[in-house]
């Protein structure tokens, strides 16, 4: 019945265009009918499949109104595709699982949140593309925001899936799982940074936009806050460098300053300054918490204190670190790393002044000091040098 009534409809929408003054214009009149196709097809879907199958078969529809404007040019048409859509997020909302939770595969990737989801997000894709080839209205614009939503929720829910042996609740995530959500952001950003130099578009723009302040917000609260393990002191693993600190720190860091420089001419300057900021800091917590792990082991508790060497450690590292990101904001021509720079080696001079002064005694205090001066000296001469050469070239 609601596939019979779907025909009428679209019969009568054809029949209905034919008859306007300027033929196929797609009035009020076309406007409803289609409309009223589009909801008695999703009847026909709900009443004749599960739940499963009725999640994708909806998503997919998506497609079709947006294929129909080769032929039809009426407005409506790319309004139902979003229409479509926005039934599919709404099924979904109802039962991220897909097909229950009860019947969800413990199988990581090959279960039905694959297609359940990224099937929809490539027929919205479709529809995307097809409109802005036809129409391009606001409708597109809507199917590329459906399209990048259902892709970030997919990849999500597969890595909560994976990380959880295949059940999907509302427990806390780990580090290792947050840095992975982290990841997925930080990549979203940069593809939609890229689909935006290809095809300009608002979503694309606003999308990347959205993605980097998000993914730093996440760093900062989780990262750095809530689940650094020199706070929880959770296990940091076993392995010397593949471990918790590369995943939660180094990879993202990496991932923040490549988006960054591909930012860089093509976001505001704010923007390119958040993320590199963002990557530097997560860079530092890599290496201090990583000496950490070298001196107490898999666990890093802060309450677990630390002897001489260590204190004598992080200073050192905090230095070669700060000339190393320094020497990078110069061959990049990037402030936020200068001024980054800057910032870490205060904080390193502030240390040896005021606690190694206090904490260590004999060789390792004057090997502190010695190796502040030599530093503070070399990044001296650097900067003349490097203001020489400037000079040189104005």
């Not at 993914?215 to 609260?221: A, F, T």
């Not at 990496?254 to 930012?263: D, G, V, Y």
């Amino acid at each position: 019945a609601g596939l019979a009534l779907t025909a009428a409809l679209a019969a009568g929408a054809e029949f209905v265009g034919r008859a306007e003054p300027q033929s196929q214009t797609g009035g009020w009149a076309v406007s409803c009918l289609v409309a009223g196709a589009t909801a008695s097809f999703c009847f026909a879907l709900m009443c004749a499949f599960g739940p499963a199958l009725t999640t994708i078969l909806t998503g997919i529809a998506a497609a079709v109104p947006a294929a129909l404007t080769r032929s039809r040019s009426w407005p409506v048409l790319g309004w139902a595709s979003v229409g479509l859509a926005f039934v599919t997020l709404a099924r979904i909302g109802l039962d991220p699982t897909i097909v229950g939770a009860d019947l969800l595969s413990t199988t990581p990737v090959f279960n039905m949140l694959t297609p359940g989801y990224f099937l929809p997000a490539l027929a919205f894709g479709y529809a995307a593309w097809q409109l802005a080839r036809t129409t391009d209205a606001r409708p597109r614009l809507a199917m590329e925001a459906f399209t990048a939503l259902f892709v970030l929720m997919g990849a999500a829910m597969l890595v909560r899936h994976a990380m959880n042996g295949g059940v999907i609740d509302a427990t806390a995530p780990t580090l290792a799982e947050q840095a992975i959500y982290t990841l997925i952001m930080i990549g979203g950003g940069a593809i939609l940074l890229a689909l935006d130099q290809r095809s300009p578009s608002p979503v694309f723009r606003w999308g990347s936009i959205g993605l980097g302040v998000f993914s730093v917000l996440g760093i900062v609260s989780s990262h750095l806050v809530g689940m650094n393990p020199l706070w929880t002191n959770e296990t940091t693993g076993t392995i010397p460098v593949l471990n918790l600190l590369l995943l939660a720190y180094l990879l993202p860091a990496l991932a923040l300053a490549a988006f960054a420089w591909r930012a860089r001419g093509k976001r505001p300057e704010w923007y390119v300054t958040l993320l590199a900021s963002a990557a530097a800091i997560l860079a530092f917590a890599y290496v201090t918490l990583s000496v950490r792990r070298i001196f107490q082991g898999e666990f890093i508790g802060a309450w677990k204190g630390m002897g001489a060497v260590e204190t004598y450690t992080y200073s050192a590292v905090w230095l070669a670190l700060g000339v190393a990101i320094l020497v990078a904001g110069l061959r990049l021509n990037s402030r936020a790393l200068r001024i980054g720079s800057a910032a870490l080696v205060v904080i390193a001079v502030a240390k040896v002044f005021l606690y190694d002064m206090r904490q260590l005694e004999g060789v390792l205090r004057a090997l502190s000091f010695m190796g502040l001066g030599g530093v503070l000296i070399g990044i001296g001469m650097f900067y003349q040098r490097m203001l020489l050469v400037n000079r040189r070239a104005q």
